[in-house]
Antibody
Framework: ELQLVESGGGLVKPGGSLRLSCAAS????????MTWVRQAPGEGLEWVGH??????????DYAAPTEGRFTISRDDSRNTLYLQMDSLKTEDTAMYYC???????????WGQGTLVTVSS | EIVLTQSPATLSLSPGERATLSCGAS???????LAWYQQKPGLAPRLLMF???TRATGIPDRFSGSGSGTHFTLTISRLEPEDFAVYYC??????????FGQGTRLEIK
């Protein structure tokens, strides 16, 4: 079964750090471009960034609000995607989803999300 | 950065009616790489359409997508009760960031 499961969310103070994980199963993770999307409470979807497969270079790209503070990485041996979040701000409070798209299978796969709350 | 503007913000219709949702881009979307997602309260989004007009696996054929360049449309031909949700467009054609529109809320009239 295709599945993405996020973990690592929680309450953190402004200026703090948190690392989110996204465990993948049911597909060849190493071939997938993986994306992080977030959604602040009551707001719309915001693209956070993505990481390419290693065969496509393995580079990560970021949205402007998170560049320099967030780092996306992957461990293909563990089928796991990561989002390291540093220098957190109150405006980073959101549900964080991981996502991938299978062009050949014509489907998208989302995790259930993990909630990050940045508050003093 | 490409800015996507969705209209209307809210659409009030009855089951059985036709829904037309629009997504306008501030610049041309490369290869018409535009996706539509549906999101219901408390749930993750669900991919409906990709490449502007290709339905994702398992999506009913009452959903269709069209458009090119800077103007795209999602049409639901005959609304079912389960279609009332929030819909987002997203472009992934140019260099990142792969921006989303602000969403259209489809509500029961």
């Amino acid at each position: 079964e295709l599945q993405l499961v996020e973990s690592g969310g929680g309450l953190v103070k402004p200026g703090g750090s948190l690392r989110l994980s996204c465990a993948a199963s049911g597909f060849t993770f190493s071939n997938a471009w993986m994306t992080w999307v977030r959604q602040a409470p009551g707001e719309g979807l915001e693209w956070v960034g993505h990481i390419k497969s290693k065969t496509d270079g393995g580079a990560a790209d970021y949205a402007a609000p998170t560049e320099g503070r967030f780092t996306i990485s992957r461990d293909d041996s563990r089928n796991t995607l990561y989002l390291q979040m540093d220098s957190l701000k109150t405006e980073d409070t959101a549900m964080y989803y991981c996502y991938t798209f299978f062009r050949g299978g014509q489907q998208g796969l989302w995790g259930q999300g993990t909630l990050v709350t940045v508050s003093s | 950065e490409i800015v996507l503007t969705q209209s209307p913000a809210t659409l009030s219709l009855s089951p059985g009616e036709r829904a037309t949702l629009s997504c306008g881009a501030s610049q041309s979307v490369t290869y018409n790489y535009l996706a539509w997602y549906q999101q219901k309260p408390g749930l993750a989004p669900r991919l409906l359409m990709f490449d502007a007009s290709t339905r994702a696996t398992g999506i009913p054929d009452r959903f269709s997508g069209s458009g090119s360049g800077t103007h795209f449309t999602l049409t639901i031909s005959r609304l079912e009760p389960e279609d009332f949700a929030v819909y987002y467009c997203q472009q992934y054609g140019s260099s990142p960031p792969y921006t989303f529109g602000q969403g259209t809320r489809l509500e029961i009239k």
